[in-house]
């Protein structure tokens, strides 16, 4: 495999590089948000996305016959990456979670409905797996939804966490249980307008400084024109659609960034009258983390290479990539907290903080990035079945 980038993908990438500049507003980028956080919350995110949409970079790996291009995932990959290295909004979810699964699995309407949507940035959505008691677990999911036949729907009860864009997003793609005795193939997948009089929203505040939602479902209708493909196989569509997250809502720049932000601190500054660039464990804790950074985005890059157009995600790869990459970011936060010494713990955007602060935000931001996608306790899971074929109770 060829890890260096063609002239037709640096030219493509080098567009990217040159729109983002003319289009550098802070209140769109801000590289103290990462990850999880680069979501398109705010009036002028959105208006932002669909300057992109204007460019036809919404749909880049679509097939034709849905509005999109056909190309190659290398060309998402590096709008995507360029948007996280500026901080600013991704297009992972509402094209690859959401999009990607209704032209896999959705209804003639569905698509109908959504995907010129997605393609034109005029919907958001926020998507709804977690329960009290179903975390990392999916498939044990409890919200429940029972069938109105008179009304030709189902009726929703029960109770979401972690749904970060619960307060600003247009449509709820939410898991439910709709068959109470097969846990696996029992969780079907509902579109439910985030407006529907019967959500309830509350704010929970993370240890990274962002809102994340609980949302409480009271009698919830939903007709059999929003259920995602069939009854009782969410589940699959979920795991699918989970492969696509743990890749693109993990970005490998953001992390670059930050390990050049420690290299460039490392340089300039002392300890007890020597410089740090000279200590031998400063320089081989930060020839680690390099290359560990450097597998990380080959992982991703091996992702991109088997991840084809119209094809499911490649699990394990899927996997491998975001318990590699998370937990390198997590390494890299600490090293930058014990490199800086006490004065890391300033809060960020402290001006006369080392690093201005981003130690000590990225600190406790990547504790989330562990979590959210499926903890990194699932991922080992995952790998070990699905891609070593090692049996469940090994």
């Given at each position: 495999m060829d890890f260096e980038f063609p002239a037709?993908?640096?030219s493509f990438q080098d567009e990217v590089i040159e729109f983002l500049e003319a289009h550098n507003d802070p209140e769109v980028f801000d590289v103290t948000r990462e990850n999880m956080a680069q979501i398109v919350d705010t009036p002028e995110r959105r208006a932002f996305m669909?300057?992109?949409?204007?460019?036809?970079?919404?749909g880049i790996t679509w097939p034709k016959e849905h509005g999109g291009q056909e190309g190659d995932g290398v060309y998402e990959y590096l709008?995507?990456?360029?948007?996280?290295?500026?901080?600013?909004?991704?297009?992972?979810?509402g094209v690859g979670i959401i999009g990607k699964t209704l032209i896999r699995h959705g209804s003639e309407k569905l698509k109908a409905e959504f995907l010129?949507?997605?393609?034109?940035a005029e919907v958001e959505f926020a998507v709804g797996y977690s329960e009290p008691q179903a975390g990392s677990d999916a498939a044990n999911m409890q919200l429940k939804a029972v069938r109105d036949e008179e009304r030709n729907g189902w009726v929703l009860n029960g109770q979401k966490i972690w749904t970060t864009s619960a307060h600003f997003a247009d449509w709820y793609w939410v898991g439910a249980r709709t068959d109470q005795e097969n846990k696996h193939r029992g969780i079907t997948v509902f579109l439910v307008p985030m407006d529907h009089p019967g959500l309830d929203i509350h704010a929970t505040w993370t240890i990274g400084d962002e809102r994340t939602n609980e949302v409480y479902f009271n009698d919830v209708f939903v007709s059999d024109d929003y259920v995602v493909g069939e009854i009782n196989k969410g589940f699959q569509y979920i795991s699918e659609a989970l492969d696509l997250e743990r890749f693109t809502m993990f970005t490998i720049s953001p992390i670059l960034q930050r390990l050049e932000l420690l290299i460039d601190y490392v340089k300039t500054q002392k300890r007890d009258g020597e410089p740090l660039k000279?200590?031998?464990?400063?320089?081989?804790?930060?020839a680690q983390l390099a290359t560990q950074v450097e597998v990380s985005r080959v992982?991703?890059?091996?992702?991109?290479?088997?991840?084809?157009?119209?094809k499911k995600p490649p699990t394990g790869e899927a996997s491998m990539y975001k318990l590699?990459?998370?937990g390198t970011s997590k390494k890299l936060a600490d090293a930058s907290m014990d490199l800086a010494g006490p004065g890391a713990q300033l809060r960020v955007g402290t001006d006369v903080a080392?690093?201005?602060g981003r130690a000590e935000s990225t600190y406790r931001y990547t504790v989330i990035d562990t979590i959210g996608g499926g903890a990194s306790e699932i991922q080992k899971n995952i790998i070990s079945r699905r891609h070593l074929g090692l049996p469940r109770n090994f």
């Amino acid at each position: 495999m060829d890890f260096e980038f063609p002239a037709e993908q640096q030219s493509f990438q080098d567009e990217v590089i040159e729109f983002l500049e003319a289009h550098n507003d802070p209140e769109v980028f801000d590289v103290t948000r990462e990850n999880m956080a680069q979501i398109v919350d705010t009036p002028e995110r959105r208006a932002f996305m669909r300057k992109l949409a204007e460019r036809g970079w919404m749909g880049i790996t679509w097939p034709k016959e849905h509005g999109g291009q056909e190309g190659d995932g290398v060309y998402e990959y590096l709008l995507n990456e360029q948007l996280a290295y500026r901080g600013g909004p991704q297009i992972g979810k509402g094209v690859g979670i959401i999009g990607k699964t209704l032209i896999r699995h959705g209804s003639e309407k569905l698509k109908a409905e959504f995907l010129p949507k997605i393609l034109n940035a005029e919907v958001e959505f926020a998507v709804g797996y977690s329960e009290p008691q179903a975390g990392s677990d999916a498939a044990n999911m409890q919200l429940k939804a029972v069938r109105d036949e008179e009304r030709n729907g189902w009726v929703l009860n029960g109770q979401k966490i972690w749904t970060t864009s619960a307060h600003f997003a247009d449509w709820y793609w939410v898991g439910a249980r709709t068959d109470q005795e097969n846990k696996h193939r029992g969780i079907t997948v509902f579109l439910v307008p985030m407006d529907h009089p019967g959500l309830d929203i509350h704010a929970t505040w993370t240890i990274g400084d962002e809102r994340t939602n609980e949302v409480y479902f009271n009698d919830v209708f939903v007709s059999d024109d929003y259920v995602v493909g069939e009854i009782n196989k969410g589940f699959q569509y979920i795991s699918e659609a989970l492969d696509l997250e743990r890749f693109t809502m993990f970005t490998i720049s953001p992390i670059l960034q930050r390990l050049e932000l420690l290299i460039d601190y490392v340089k300039t500054q002392k300890r007890d009258g020597e410089p740090l660039k000279d200590d031998p464990q400063v320089r081989h804790m930060i020839a680690q983390l390099a290359t560990q950074v450097e597998v990380s985005r080959v992982l991703g890059l091996n992702f991109v290479a088997k991840a084809g157009v119209g094809k499911k995600p490649p699990t394990g790869e899927a996997s491998m990539y975001k318990l590699f990459a998370t937990g390198t970011s997590k390494k890299l936060a600490d090293a930058s907290m014990d490199l800086a010494g006490p004065g890391a713990q300033l809060r960020v955007g402290t001006d006369v903080a080392p690093m201005k602060g981003r130690a000590e935000s990225t600190y406790r931001y990547t504790v989330i990035d562990t979590i959210g996608g499926g903890a990194s306790e699932i991922q080992k899971n995952i790998i070990s079945r699905r891609h070593l074929g090692l049996p469940r109770n090994f």
